[in-house]
């Protein structure tokens, strides 16, 4: 495990979004059309970011990190799970599992475009959802787990209140309401139980050890408690865990650093691919003049 503490030498602005910023729309298999920016740059390599709860490709830490990762050359693309921000759909309590599928969309439509998906990032749920996907698939192998809640089980009571199983069982659903009294969404059983029953801890044990995985947290999150942090880092074979000393769920005060980590991760990535393709192709050479 690695750790950082505040530094004034790294950049906190909020990155400008790059100029060739192209909107792309991607059908899920339940027909709902997912909206996406694309940060072009010409390369064939992409690196997909994901959202979190009640989120949108708009909030800072997905811009920042896309942007980053387009100043670096390589091709970026945040999007709009369903029922978010400028997708169709319904917002969804719980899931987790319809998230991956839609990530699963994206990365075949860009498949499909003779793109490589060299990284999935996600932020918060986002987290869940890539480290689902990789359980899931085989074919991304640098997977990036920003805030991810490891217990899913715990923080419901934070948001739907004491005694919510009782409540949900009687009435069939729970409605939530900001601190001004407004209703904001329903959360129904079906969703709540969605939630309940998505298990993380087999999800890591899932993950291929060819897919490497980091794990990044705040040490002062408020909303997923560091803990969670420790609990990939024992079950994921090949993981790397790095705790930003003072941050917080948002990374408000620190998105440089944690765009440089990410960024160094990506890059550690892409030149081992590089090195092991270079590797199999003088082994296949070698083998072809015996």
């Known amino acids: 495990m690695s750790m950082t503490r505040p530094t004034h030498s790294l ?132 997977v990036v787990n920003i805030s991810g809640r490891f217990n899913l089980k715990k923080g419901i009571e934070g948001r739907l209140g004491k005694d919510f199983l009782q409540r949900i069982k009687q009435n069939g659903f729970i409605d939530i309401k900001n601190k001004k009294g407004k209703f904001e969404y329903r959360v129904t059983e079906e969703s709540l139980m969605d939630r309940l029953t998505t298990d993380t801890h087999a999800a890591c044990l899932s993950i291929q050890p060819k897919c490497r995985v980091l794990t990044v947290h705040g040490s002062m999150d408020k909303i997923v408690p560091i803990e969670d942090a420790l609990e990939f880092a024992k079950f994921i074979s090949n993981h790397k865990l790095h705790i930003i000393e003072g941050a917080d769920h948002e990374y408000t005060s620190h998105q440089g650093e944690l765009a440089s980590i990410v960024l160094d991760f990506l890059q550690e990535n892409f030149s081992l691919e590089k090195n092991m393709l270079k590797t199999a192709l003088k082994d296949h050479v070698f083998h072809s003049r015996i």
């Open 11 to 142: 950049q906190q602005q909020i990155q400008k979004p790059g100029l060739q910023l192209q909107r792309v729309i991607v059908e899920n298999k339940h027909g709902e059309k997912l909206v996406g920016l694309l940060h072009e740059t010409g390369s064939k390599q992409l690196v997909v970011v994901c959202h979190g709860f009640q989120s949108s490709k708009e909030r800072i830490p997905m811009v920042n990190l896309a942007a980053a990762v387009e100043k670096e050359g390589i091709s970026a693309f945040r999007f709009d799970f369903a029922g978010n921000g400028e997708s169709e759909g319904s917002f969804q309590y719980g899931n987790y599992r319809r998230e991956a599928d839609d990530l699963r969309a994206v990365v075949q439509h860009f498949h499909e475009q003779n793109r490589v998906i060299i990284a999935v990032i996600g932020h918060s749920k986002g987290g869940n959802v890539v480290l689902l996907y990789a359980s899931k698939y085989n074919d991304v192998h640098t």
